[in-house]
């Protein structure tokens, strides 16, 4: 079975659950606590360079990290990836804004909310985090005010990297109101047949 | 004709000519000077509503954006991208890995001593940003240490977007003396058949 090391806070990992979930693909859950520093044991570190969760190991040992990498390879040959080169193309744009211009910002001010008193230099730029979260989100309504998902016209892996921190923004102290198609996209993804929450595994 | 927006000086636009160069596709390149913030002109970001470089322009109006999306795009069917799922889905991995844990500190601390005088908010974390910079080296001198190359034993885009800003970093204050599997694998990518500096066009 496909081994999903994890950490259930994590919107990043949550893609991962929200996927192999959607699709039927059973996994075992592995929970490390990022802070307590469970992903830079030299065990974990020997597996995983980067130190980070998501990470999915099989059981023929092959190894990947990078949670829209991990998306992308199980969406491959489903309805959550275009088959058309120019669409697939359009649809990994959006999974490098998330990770590029989403991610740091929307994720990052949940992070620092959610353990207020972790020492965190980050906490230092939460002016400028705040910021470009609401500079992301903004890209985001001006894409999807005249469409329904980001890619090629249907629910793909490119809503669910999106979703995955948006639809928790507010827990960074995000205010969505002057978003209403982003409110109204976050719906639609909630909707989709086998829909998990966050921290429901 | 493909029309390529850049910044001759971005590592991000590099990736794009240097492969664009590699495969034998002529391009048009347009520069703009993120300094002077050409690329957040309401004519930009109507095409490209992230205002930023580098971004593709098709003959028929197709519009890409996202410098390692673009990569894969075009490298899709060529030498450049393995066949393989699960050789992809490595090469994407150390896509997002190159956003998301060397290009916002390598990156980001050359653009900082390039423009000594802008102001910047980054500016106050720069001892973050090297340390986080030094730790996507090591993890790059760990996986190169017994390899040639990042994805799948040869040359590929994932070499193309890791070397972008790797071959630069010293220009924002890195040393890579304690790097060496990193330094011979520059040495490498710089051999390959058409390759161009970052500067030259």
């Not at 059973?26 to 980070?52: C, H, M, S, W, Y």
């Not at 744009?93 to 008193?117: C, D, G, T």
């Not at 910021?131 to 329904?148: F, I, N, T, W």
């Amino acid at each position: 079975m496909i081994k999903l090391y994890d950490y259930l806070p994590s919107g990043n990992g949550y893609k991962v659950r929200l996927l192999l979930t959607q699709l039927d693909l059973p996994f075992e859950r592995i929970e490390l606590d990022i802070v307590k520093g469970e992903t830079r044991t030299p065990e974990f570190l020997a597996k995983f360079p980067n130190g980070r969760i998501p990470a999915v190991e099989f059981e023929d040992g092959r190894r990947l990290f990078e949670s829209n990498a991990i998306l992308w390879y199980f969406a491959e040959g489903t309805s959550m990836l275009p088959a058309d080169p120019f669409a697939r193309a359009r649809a990994l744009q959006w999974l490098f804004f998330e990770q590029y211009s989403h991610e740091p910002f929307i994720a990052v001010a949940r992070f620092l909310a959610m353990y207020p008193k972790l020492a965190d230099d980050r906490r230092a730029g939460l002016a400028r985090i705040m910021k470009l979260g609401y500079d992301a989100l903004g890209v985001m309504e001006a894409h999807l005010s005249p469409r329904e998902w980001f890619s090629d016209g249907k629910y793909s892996i490119a809503d669910i990297a999106l979703y995955a921190y948006t639809h928790v923004a507010g827990e960074g102290g995000y205010d969505l109101e002057a978003y209403p198609a982003v409110r109204a996209w976050l719906e639609r993804v909630s909707s989709q047949p086998k829909y998990i929450p966050i921290t429901r595994v």
